[in-house]
């Protein structure tokens, strides 16, 4: 237990806010793609252990949990997903916040009036889709146009999040235009920020970006996106990653409940080699033990310091160095 005392504050957030990726694979493969998801993955989170973990997330907090299903893409097993929003529902876990999608299953109008009222009589509140210059790569934006229409109509606007809705309204399939027109404007919206240069954006994107060098990051502590997001992902492998940093491990909840994750890492994230020095010091925090295992930082420097932390990490993953701090850097292959 940490030796915190009563009045002081917690290091570590409580996490109340939680996804269930339940599973890495997807119809698509996008640029932007921070878990590099494609079709070329069959992990899937079984309904009996995504509801052991949902409950003990809910029971880890004080203030319980809100959960949303995610992937990969979510309804590439429907039968699961409905199955595992009803088995939640008739134990009461509450609240399945959202559901993510990209709309690939919305072929048809029938297709999704079923589904979504389906989700709603299985207590989803909200849907999301994801629509955007990557996605249309993938799949024809007529679906998430036909997607959206629908959940409004059934389920009301408030009930509907379109990332981004400026794109759905004027965007277009990606997928049509000359490579080098569609390459232009990936990196026009990349520039803009909106997405985090890690994963499959750091092959495609982030190289062909306004570059700084690895030393214009020191001092931009990670402790916020580590430790006080209150936000944590599950990956079907059990895998607990903070929320926006893919591919950095908190604990494993295959071996081990959350609570005790959560406890665990509020006693010991300082002495850990990758959370506790990103926590204090951000990726720049790690250039000397790099460096010293022969880690050379790009001459055309990093696009963020995302950018520069997935280089780090993927050197210390084994792409290139020696492969270290397996504990804290995996799944090994989101590196590769
Ligand atoms: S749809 Fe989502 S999960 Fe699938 S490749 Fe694109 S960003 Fe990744
Ligand atoms: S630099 Fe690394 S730890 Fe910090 S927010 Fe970005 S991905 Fe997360």
Redesign the pocket.
């Known amino acids: 237990m940490s030796a915190r005392r009563r009045d002081e504050p917690m290091s570590v957030k409580y996490w109340s806010f939680a996804g269930l990726m339940l599973t890495y694979w997807?119809n698509?493969?996008?640029a932007?793609?921070y878990?590099r998801?494609?079709p070329g993955h069959d992990e899937r989170m079984d309904a009996g252990f995504a509801l052991r973990i949902w409950r003990e997330l809910i029971d880890a907090c004080p203030h319980g949990c809100r959960i949303h299903l995610t992937?990969?893409?979510a309804f590439g097993d429907w039968g699961s997903l409905i199955e595992l929003a009803r088995r939640a529902q008739g134990e009461q876990l509450r609240p399945l916040e959202k559901i993510e999608t990209?709309a690939f299953w919305a072929t048809d109008r029938q297709i999704v009036r079923r589904r979504l009222a389906a989700l709603d009589e299985a207590g989803m509140v909200k849907l999301v889709i994801?629509a955007d210059p990557?996605?249309q790569q993938f799949v024809p934006i007529a679906r998430c146009r036909l997607l959206a229409k629908e959940a409004m109509e059934l389920l009301g606007a408030q009930r509907v999040q379109v990332r981004w809705r400026d794109w759905l309204a004027g965007g277009c399939d990606t997928d049509a235009l000359p490579a080098d027109e569609r390459e232009s404007l990936f990196l026009h919206y990349a520039a803009s920020g909106r997405d985090r240069m890690t994963g499959r954006a750091t092959d495609t994107l982030a190289g062909r970006l306004a570059a700084h060098p690895a030393e214009a990051f020191e001092g931009s502590s990670c402790r916020d996106a580590l430790l006080r997001s209150r936000h944590v992902h599950v990956g079907p492998d059990g895998l607990v990653m903070p929320g926006a940093c893919a591919g950095i491990v908190l604990g494993r909840a295959l071996d081990e409940s959350i609570s005790s994750i959560w406890r665990r890492l509020e006693n010991d994230f300082d002495g850990r080699p990758i959370v506790g020095v990103l926590s204090r010091k951000g990726p720049a925090g790690l250039l000397d033990e790099a460096q010293a295992a022969g880690f050379r930082p790009s001459p055309d420097g990093y696009a963020s310091k995302c950018h520069l932390c997935w280089s780090l990490r993927k050197f210390f993953a084994g792409f290139a160095g020696e492969k270290r701090f397996t504990n804290e850097i995996a799944p090994v292959w989101l590196y590769a």
């Open positions: 997807c698509a493969r996008c932007s793609c878990l998801c494609s992937g990969g893409e990209n994801s990557y996605h």
